[in-house]
C-alpha cells in the first residue's frame, strides 16, 4: 500500500510539471505571435478634381462662346485659359487632418535636342506663385459615407492664364539669343552659320497644384503623411494645341501597425529560466516515475544498457573458484582495467546478485551488485 501511494505521487508530480511545461510552450507561441503580428487599422485615398475652360479673343470667326474641350485649340486665338482644381480623400475611420494647398506656374524653355518634347534638356526655368493655404479639419467635421469619411477641398479660386505672357517671355528670350549670336559672330569676324543656333527651341507652361496632407499620428490611426501633385501642360510654341495633364492624380494609403508585444531582456532570462527549470523537473519526475524501484536492480540495468558492447552476459554462474579473486570498488575501475587489457567483461546475475568480472591468468577482478529484493 505504500509503495501504491509513492507512485500515485509520483504520476501527480509528472502531471504537474506537463502542466506547467505547456503552459510556458503556450505563453511562448503566444508571445512569438504577437510580436510578430502586424494588423492594418487605418487606409486613405484620394484624388485631384481638375477641369478648365478655354477662351478665344472676342469678335473672331469662334464667337464668345467657350471652346469645347474634346477638340484641340489655336494658340493664335487664346485669350485665356481658366483652371480649377479641387481635393477629395477618403478615411476609414475618423482623423484630425492637416492640410496645405499649393498652385504655382512654371514656365519652360527647351533646346530640342530629341523628339520627344519631355525628354528635351530644360535651359530655362521661371516659377510663379499663384496661391497657398493651409488648415486643420477636425475629425468631426469629416463627412460620413457609408463605412468611410470623406474630406473634400476646394480653394474656390480659379486660376486664370493668359498665354501671351510666357509668349513674349519667350519670344524676349529668342531676341536676346539672336543678339548673342550676332555679338558672338561680330568677335568671329562677321556671318558665320553659328547665326542660325537660335532654331530648336520650345516653350511650355505647367500649372502645378500640390495638396499635401497629414494627421496627428497616434498608436490608433498611423502616420499618414502625403504629397501629390497634379499639373496642366500647356505648350506655347505650338499653333495647334491641346491640354494635357501630367503628374500622380490619386494616392493611396495604408497604415499596419505592429501589435508587437515589448519584451525586455529581465523579462526573457527569467522566462527562460523558468521554462528551463520547469523542464528539468519534468524529465526528473518522468525519470524517477519509470526506474526500477530497486536502486542495486536500476544500477544494473544502467550498467548493462550503457557498456552493452564491453559486456558479455553468462547464462551460468561465474566459476570464481578457480581464480584468485580481487574486488573491485566501482565498475569504472573495472572497465579501465578490461579497455586497457582488451578484456571482455563476463556478466552474471540472478535474483540476488550481479557478478561483472575480468579474468586474467589465475586472477579473477570482481565487481559485485547485492541487490535487494524488497520490493514493490
Known sequence: MKNYSIIVKKYWTVALFSLIVAAFIVIAIQFLFAYFREETFTSASGRHNLSFSVNYFDGTIFGEENIPLDQSFLMSYTDYIELENSFTANFSQRMDIYYNYHAQKRFIIRHMATADALTSPVIFQKTFPLVETSGRVPAEELTSLGNEYQLYLNS?????VYPLEFIQIYLDFINEHRQQLDHMASR???????????????AELFVDFTHSLRNNANSATGNLNQNTTYSYRIPLTAEVYTITTMGTPNFEWESAMSQSVDISLLGSVVFVALFTLSSFGLLHSIKKLTANPN??????????KKYSHEIVISDNPIPLEKYDIVNVLDFKGLLKLSISLSKHITCYKNEECAEFVVIID??????????NTEGV
Open 156 to 160: 474656390n479660386e480659379i486660376v486664370r
Open 188 to 202: 568671329l569676324g562677321g556671318d558665320t552659320m553659328i547665326q542660325q543656333g537660335m532654331r530648336g527651341f520650345s
Open 295 to 304: 536502486i542495486q536492480q536500476q544500477q544494473v540495468n544502467d550498467i548493462l
Open 362 to 371: 589465475e586472477f579473477a577482478y570482481l565487481y559485485n551488485i547485492q541487490k
